[in-house]
């Protein structure tokens, strides 16, 4: 149990194009979704936590606007790179967690690769 | 703001003894602490959470948690080339996002 997935596992974009991610609890309702990045050699940093139906919290320093959250189900988080340019070229990890779990684990997708040209 | 410290390492450990990986944090409220394994350009898979005081062990990995020292370790007993990973800690849990430290990368050799 407790699987999470992502689409697409990796994607390549053009300077200014959006990029959106899918992360997916598959066997359980999440009630809560947190976003993840992790630059290459650094440990994973929170961008931001959703609640389903409810606005998403950002991290001090992580632009709202340009990362664009939707948590409508229980099952389902999107991640939005607006005008994406080559600095936001990363690993994007999505987590959640939910009820009938553990509820303070998080369970981790597989992660999506993000080249921006 | 919470920090949570590690040694990057690299850690050598020779195949067959037991790697011991530390980590202290600062948030005196955390209440729940986790150890995640990741492998290169992977993503962080979950091995132990911990919340009590004292040792819990499940199969060869046994996590440790002294919260007046604000500490926290992991144990791997019989360390197999299959363990060599970056071994990240998280304090935290609940309603928040977790912070994790900079990892642990751990290099068994056989």
């Known amino acids: 149990g407790a699987v999470v997935s992502q689409h697409p596992s990796w994607v390549i974009c053009k300077s200014g194009t959006s990029v959106k991610i899918e992360c997916r609890s598959l066997?359980?309702?999440?009630?809560?979704m947190f976003w993840y990045r992790q630059f290459p050699k650094q440990s994973l940093m929170l961008m931001a936590t959703s609640n389903e139906g409810s606005k998403a919290t950002y991290e001090q320093g992580v632009e709202k606007d340009k990362f664009l959250i939707n948590h409508a189900s229980l099952t389902l988080s999107t991640l939005t790179v607006t005008s994406a340019h080559p600095e936001d070229s990363s690993f994007y990890i999505c987590?959640?967690?939910?009820?009938?779990?553990?509820?303070?684990?998080?369970?981790f997708g597989p992660g999506t690769r993000l080249t921006v040209l | 703001q919470k920090e949570v410290e590690q040694n990057s390492g690299p850690l050598s450990v020779p195949e067959g003894a037991i790697a011991s990986l530390n980590c202290t944090y600062s948030?005196?409220?955390?209440?729940?602490f986790f150890w995640y394994r990741q492998y290169s350009g992977k993503s962080p898979e979950l091995i132990m959470f911990?919340?009590?005081?004292g040792d819990k062990e499940d199969g060869r990995f046994t996590a440790q948690l002294n919260k007046a020292s604000q500490y926290v370790s992991l144990l791997i007993r019989d360390s197999q080339p299959s363990d060599s990973a970056t071994y990240l800690c998280a304090p935290g849990g609940g309603a928040d996002g977790l912070t994790f430290g900079k990892g642990t990368h751990l290099i068994i050799q056989p």
């Open positions: 066997d359980f309702q999440a009630t809560t």
């Open positions: 911990i919340y009590s005081n």
């Open positions: 948030d005196r409220g955390s209440q729940s």
């Open positions: 987590s959640a967690r939910g009820s009938g779990l553990n509820t303070d684990t998080q369970y």
